[in-house]
């Protein structure tokens, strides 16, 4: 009987749960771009064909701070020359 019961606290725990509106697990919020400098990075990085965390690699970065500079939620005033550099983005044709 008190597997019984325990079961039914359970189900019941979950139902009021799932439907109490004022909580509310997963949440999206588009972040605000500060720096919309650095957005056409991003359209860089995908015709490149690079992954985030290989450039980042490669740069000596995190893909965290990368990702950040690309979509406009970091200046990186040290990250975005090496970014432009190693995507061809500073070549000057001789």
Do not use: W
């Not at 919020?29 to 991003?42: A, E, F, G, I, T």
């Amino acid at each position: 009987m008190n597997l019984i019961h325990n079961t039914c606290v359970l189900i019941s725990v979950m139902r009021n749960a799932t439907t109490n509106k004022s909580i509310n697990i997963m949440t999206t919020s588009k972040k605000k771009v500060r720096y919309p400098q650095n957005l056409p990075l991003k359209q860089a990085v995908k015709d490149s064909g690079f992954k985030i965390s290989g450039l980042a690699k490669r740069i000596g970065y995190c893909s965290l701070t990368v990702s950040q500079t690309i979509n406009g939620h970091y200046l990186g005033t040290k990250v975005v020359p090496l970014l432009r550099k190693e995507l061809g983005l500073d070549e000057t044709p001789s």
